[in-house]
């Protein structure tokens, strides 16, 4: 399956923003997905993700929404009450093992997207 990461780019602090990720190629309904976001100098951080029938989810906080839209192929990032810390480059995974189960650990994910970067002016 191949990510598309969109809708980075600049926020206010305390302002919303979604991130979209499209995928392709094989189907999207058999995949488990999760967000990451890595900001300069730190490790890559897990902040949501869905399992492949978006029936159980996780967010690092309840500021983070995770979607995922199986007809149309995409996954949704909604962060609400943006901070500086949010900053960085927000990444979408996908997994195919063990679809139905949250994963916290990015080595567990098979495919990327190149990612989208988020900028939080305050």
């Known amino acids: 399956v191949q990510l598309v990461e969109s809708g980075g780019g600049l926020a206010q602090a305390g302002g919303s923003v979604t991130l979209s990720c499209s995928a392709s190629?094989?189907?999207?309904?058999?995949?488990?997905m999760g967000w990451f976001r890595q900001a300069p100098g730190k490790a890559r951080e897990l902040v949501a993700a869905v399992t492949s029938d978006g029936g159980s989810t996780y967010y690092l906080e309840d500021r983070f929404t995770v979607s995922k839209d199986n007809a149309e192929g995409t996954l949704f990032l909604r962060i609400n009450d943006l901070r500086p810390e949010d900053a960085g480059t927000y990444y979408c995974?996908?997994?195919?093992?063990?679809?139905?189960?949250?994963?916290?650990?990015?080595?567990?994910?098979?495919?990327w997207g190149q990612g989208t970067q988020v900028t939080v002016s305050s």
């Open positions: 995974a996908a997994r195919a093992k063990y679809p139905n189960v949250v994963l916290y650990n990015n080595a567990e994910y098979d495919y």
């Open positions: 190629g094989r189907a999207f309904s058999n995949y488990a």
